[in-house]
């Protein structure tokens, strides 16, 4: 009876609660999932850094002993195969067997694997040899098992490998990578099949040389390349890349483009039969090709006008493109495709291909003048004629838009994949198997290499990859290298070995269609969005389906999710008349959400919950919660809530990593900051890998949350009691989730500064020498210091300010920074009653604030004359151009004629009462003004005027000094 996978669940994870221990060492985890296979059964156990395991079998019984306690995330299931079920022991897996099942145990990297086949009928047993067995090698306790009859003993190099902890992580959004990562196809050429007619130009010296040109009444201007009427041009892209195909093979000089911001990045490429200009676009260019009487304009300002289109057309088994004016046909190395172009060139300019079409072996790619065909056979040839272009084969072609077809004798291959039935298969495997064990080892290769490919045809991967490596160990420099590097490579994809990509770039494997689709599959597995990997898929999809049905049915549930997720409209379209269920009714349910058919998708995410396949219910859940998300039947907080009790599911599909990252942006979005920072420190905790991707979330929801205007959702103050100090009590308890650094520095100077609006200067202080003490010294530890050093000083602590500039000096900082720091110290100096250094520190400066300091710091040694200066220039500053001056200014107006009054300015002071009485709207700031203006002491009569000014006098002077800002300007 198959119990619910939440309830098995719970009870692995109470029993592993009560098997913890006293301390605080965490329990292993190790997971596993069971998959049906044609022809077997596959327990897959997913085991932690370190961890050992033996293997035993007593009867129906495999028992796989860890040497410690561990928590078991699975699903303990019934399975239709040869696996009955899967329990967990007090140290290990006990998986129970149908009677006289055979089994295989290996190891490779991180998992454990474990294949069941059901027993075998007599008369074929009895028709192989005796020692007909296929059995893989195990490292236990530090020994090897025997793999193969005649093994070579450093097969131990080729499985037992260091244990590397790499998750399988489907990131929701990431750039899309081109497949020419992993299709290095150097643009170097190679003849192709052209007319007769001779190329022209020639080999040598640089003889033209390119030039930019202005626009004429031809057309707009743009890069020159001057050949004569004789040499034809074609022109096309591919995503953001020009390519300009000239039939010449005469080099062309492009240093008069350096510089220049729309051709100075262009290349320029001699071919055995022409050349080709390709150039890097950007956003919103639009290139063009046309022909003048001097050569050949490349332009940037669209397609050039007035040009006809070309229309192919099928005739006798072949396809005519009629063109004007043909050229010839030069062969072009495409690394978006890893597959050739023949590309058709013309002597007249307008001609295009506007739209591409595909047909069985080829692909006819849009173009903006000229032809350009993607070879998909090796069979196809591109011809000249003079009403322009034939495409044919020597057996002709289909017709254009018949779509992809089951026959596959176009496409070039790699190994031999069969679409025999499975018995074939399994007799091919075992013949090839006994008849390696009867040779002499030197002879082993070609015949082990046969079984790998037989083991590669019933989707048993890591039987392939260890029996094409046991081949090469036989015989390492075999003259098939490109058949034994291939099959290991498809092996890594078949196994979701994240090195799949690199192992398909080995030059040494070739560039068939075959591994052309292979390295698009491994592409899509790792960037799901790339457009390059559909659209080579989709090239070749006749040949994934023209594969025997087990590696098949394997296969199309990847090429269908990359059609799905980031094909076309035409690709994506191909996954409907796929069959399968699983990943293919998840593309199928993906392609529905993208047709905008929101119900319909929903409704097949929903079904496709309860699939065997862990990682299609896992994935299916995560987009039924974003699709609900989406259409707002769930708000961020409660599609958090899903995917959190999802994640024991997420880490038996591999997914755990993802799912949480995920549940923290749905916190955040919420603005529940504790809680979006509690997933991170629980995923810091548990994935110490996915350390940049954890601190850079952090560092944004910290900045957010650290805004005086973010509030946290409605009811969470409520529930928690977090209000504005325990908000940033809980932002301080999470800067460890960032590295030492400038994140660091400027989330601590947000939270002080709130600190200190709080009036929690202390605090702030403290946060600021904590983080300090950390901070490498940069910009961020300079800031870190002068903030520091203005709540010393707002405290009048002028030491400690000192102290803080000193242990946070740094060279090379930006100007407005040095200036800060320069002011903080001027005012550290001012406190401690150090005027020589004060007035040293603002002697460069300049501002409201640095004159006001400096004029306080001149009065203090009675510099007058300095003082009335200096506040001259701070009214300057302050006071307003026009209209009354306010109460501020009205006060500064009356320093500045105390100041004039004691450097014996006269004269000065009468102007201020000419120039700004009539300003003045407070009667007694007025009034006051008026004495300092008045006429002095002459007789008797004006000793009451002079009482009344000496009053006023004093009150001016005994005025409170306003607090110099912070900021130094």
Known sequence: MCLPRRLVALATLFWAIGMLPASATPIPKVSFRIGDHSSFARLVVLLPAGISCTSTRDGDTETLRFGQAFMLVGRARSNGGGILSVVAGTDGLIVRLRPSVTVHTMRIGQRLVVDVFPQVDAASEASAPADNVAAAAMV???????????LPSPLIAVVEQPLVRTPIVRPAVRASAPIAALIPVPLTGHAGPGPDAPIPGGAGPVSIAA????????????????????????????????????????????????????????????????????????????????????????????????????VPRVDDGAVQLPVLEPGHVVTVPDPAVGVDLLVGTTWHDGQNLALSRHGVGYVLASTLLGVAVERLSDQLELNATSQGFVLGAPHGLEPLGQGLARAVGGFSRS???????????????????ASAASLPAADRRARRLDAAEAALALDRGCEAAIIAAVADQDAPSGSDQARSHFLQAAAAVLTEDPGAGARLADPRIGNTDEVVLWR??????????????????????????????????????????????????REAGLVDGLAGNGQVGLARALLSRRLGHDAAALAAFDRLVGNDDPVVAERAAEQAIGLRLDTHLLDPGHAADRLEARVLDARLAGNELAVRLRVADLRALQQDWPAALKELRLTARDFPEAAGDVASRAAAIMTRAAQPSSKP????????????????????????????????????????????????????????RKTMATTPRGTGLAKLGLELARLDLDQDHGADAATALDDSAVADLPSDLVAARSFARARAAATAGDVDMALAQLAPLHGADVEDLRAREQASRQDWRGEQASIAALAALRLPASGPLGPVGEELVLRLASAALRAGDRAGVDRLGTVWSQ???????????????????????????SALELTSARTVFSMPDPQPSKGGS
């Open 415 to 433: 190994v031999d994949l069969p679409d025999v039935d499975t018995a074939e298969l399994q007799r091919r495997y075992k013949t090839a198997l």
């Open 140 to 150: 236990v306790a530090g020994s090897v098992a025997p793999l193969l009859p005649g």
């Open 713 to 768: 959702p409605a009811g969470a103050a409520t529930a928690s009691g977090a209000g504005p100090v325990a908000q940033l009590t809980m932002l301080e308890t999470s800067l460890d989730l960032l590295p030492p650094g400038e994140d660091n520095a400027a989330l601590s100077l947000s939270i002080a500064a709130r600190l200190s609006d709080l009036d929690l200067p202390g605090r702030a202080a403290a946060l600021l």
């Open 520 to 569: 698009a599959l491994a592409l899509a597995h790792a960037h799901p969005d790339s457009a390059d990997a559909a659209h080579a898929i989709a090239a070749r999809l006749a040949l994934l389906q023209a594969y025997p049905q087990p590696l098949r049915r394997h296969l199309l549930g990847m090429a269908a999710l990359a059609l799905a997720s980031a094909g076309n409209d």
């Open 211 to 310: 030039s930019i040109v202005p626009a004429d009444k031809g057309g707009p201007g743009g890069l020159m390349l001057p050949f004569d009427g004789h040499v034809g041009a074609a022109a096309y892209r591919r995503g953001d890349v020009l390519f300009v195909v000239l039939d010449s093979t005469k080099p062309v000089d492009l240093g008069a483009m350096a510089g220049d911001p729309a051709f100075g990045r262009a290349f320029y490429t001699v071919l055995p039969s022409g050349a080709v200009l390709t150039m890097k676009l950007d956003a919103g260019m639009q290139p063009g090709l046309r022909r003048t009487p001097d050569g050949w304009v490349v332009t940037m300002q669209g397609a050039v006008p007035g040009g006809a289109a070309i």
């Open 919 to 945: 300003r003045f709207t407070d009667p007694g700031r007025l009034r006051l003004l008026r004495l300092f203006t008045s006429r002095e002491v002459a007789t008797v009569a004006d000793l009451p005027r």
